[in-house]
């Protein structure tokens, strides 16, 4: 086939899925049930990222090399009674946060992680170090020996703080769909995706910035100058690592190299949101249980009746928690697929279209083993007594 030649015909497995992306369309289909769980799941996400977003800031800023943060999660609001309620477990569970900045941290990609390997960052960072650590005893002779250390924990840091103002946009942008569903403007998942592309798009350019105060003076960690922004240095990071590639959950495969159970290169992780059965879901070890007993609290009324009426009620609400959250996550993968694309899925242009079809195809490829089957089959709460045949 020659660059201008394009064959409206694809190969691929998942080949509809690819027309349905050259056609606007979403991953998801387009019925009334799935909107109304995509948009209801998602105003609990935004309220779960909100308290997410201002933790991981605080941590990032508030908490600054100390390296016993037993407070962290508090944000700096330390009462007897937040105590007490931590303590009974009534609290935001930011313990999942802080798994996907680890994530994040561990799998790389975009400028942000190259540029924490980088002199200037390196300069800043040992500035920052040498305020916080003047006159302590302790901490300078450990330095003085293991001068990685601490490099290494700000490196981390700058990721809670890139992760936070992430999910700031994030929050703000699902919030923002679940009050436009309200007054009758989002009508179909299409409407959904478009919000989040133009959302994304908005914010594409926005910076990533991060700063401390130690001693009333401001230490730059990610200046402005450094050139990070929203949607390739924090963004598209999170979908590959998050969404896509993931960490394998304690208990439910083996760590033992010998067993051959975990695969040996990074790039062929599959555990992200898009792969996660959800049956697990409120499994001891299993990180998303916390996502979704944060989001349990938040549910609007017409998405919790839904799950009450079902087959087994509230019995096993985290699972249809799950399976609302990954449909949801699969409409903004669409709008992040289709907001990179190399061209405008309207183009006419032959060459343009091929470009477009070859990346779609791409794409396709690491939804081979994912749960696009599985969301894409019609919704039913109905209880059988027996299974078909």
């Known amino acids: 086939m020659t660059p201008t030649q394009f064959s409206a015909t694809s190969q691929h497995p998942l080949s509809e899925y690819i027309y349905r992306l050259e056609s606007g369309e979403a991953l998801l289909p387009d019925y009334p049930e799935n909107l109304v769980e995509v948009v209801g799941i998602l105003k609990s996400y935004g309220i779960v990222l ?101 490099l290494e924990q700000i490196r981390q840091l700058a990721y809670y703080s890139g992760l936070g103002q992430f999910w700031r946009v994030m929050s703000d942008m699902f919030i923002s769909l679940s009050d436009r569903y309200d007054q009758g403007e989002i009508k179909s998942i299409p409407d959904v995706v478009n919000h989040i592309l133009l959302a994304l798009v908005e914010a594409a350019n926005k910076p990533i910035t991060y700063s401390v105060k130690i001693n009333n003076k401001v230490y730059d960690i990610l200046p402005k100058s450094a050139g990070l922004t929203f949607l390739m240095d924090t963004a598209v990071p999170y979908v590959e690592a998050v969404f896509f590639r993931g960490a394998p959950f304690p208990g439910t495969v083996s760590y033992n190299a010998q067993a051959h159970q975990i695969p040996t290169e990074q790039k062929d992780f599959a555990y992200g949101a898009l792969y996660a059965d959800p049956l697990p879901i409120g499994g001891s070890g299993i990180p998303p249980t ?11 009324d017409y998405l919790h009746n839904i799950y009450q009426n079902s087959c087994r009620g509230e019995d096993d609400l985290r699972v249809q928690i799950c399976q609302s959250f990954q449909k949801s996550m699969f409409c903004v993968t669409t709008a992040a697929i289709i907001g990179l694309a190399p061209h405008p899925i309207s183009t006419t242009d032959p060459e343009q279209k091929q470009a477009n079809r070859i990346y779609f195809e791409n794409w396709m490829d690491r939804f081979l083993n994912s749960r696009l089957g599985e969301v894409n089959k019609p919704t039913s709460r109905e209880c059988k007594l027996f299974p078909e045949r």
């Not at 009974?88 to 924490?116: Q, S, V």
């Open 290 to 300: 916390q996502l979704m007993q944060d989001m349990r609290h938040f549910l609007p």
């Open 50 to 150: 909100d308290a997410y977003s201002k933790n991981l800031i605080y941590i990032a800023e508030g908490q600054f090399l100390e390296l016993f943060p037993f407070f962290k999660y508090f944000n700096g609001e330390v009462k007897t009674q937040k105590i007490f309620q931590y303590l009974w477990h009534d609290r935001i569970n930011f313990e999942y946060a802080e798994y996907c900045m680890k994530i994040m941290f561990w799998h790389g990609g975009g400028a942000l992680d190259r540029y924490l390997d980088s002199p200037e960052f390196v300069q800043l960072a040992t500035a920052a170090i040498q305020a916080k650590i003047k006159g302590n005893l302790i901490i300078q002779p450990l330095h003085q020996l293991f001068p990685e250390f601490l």
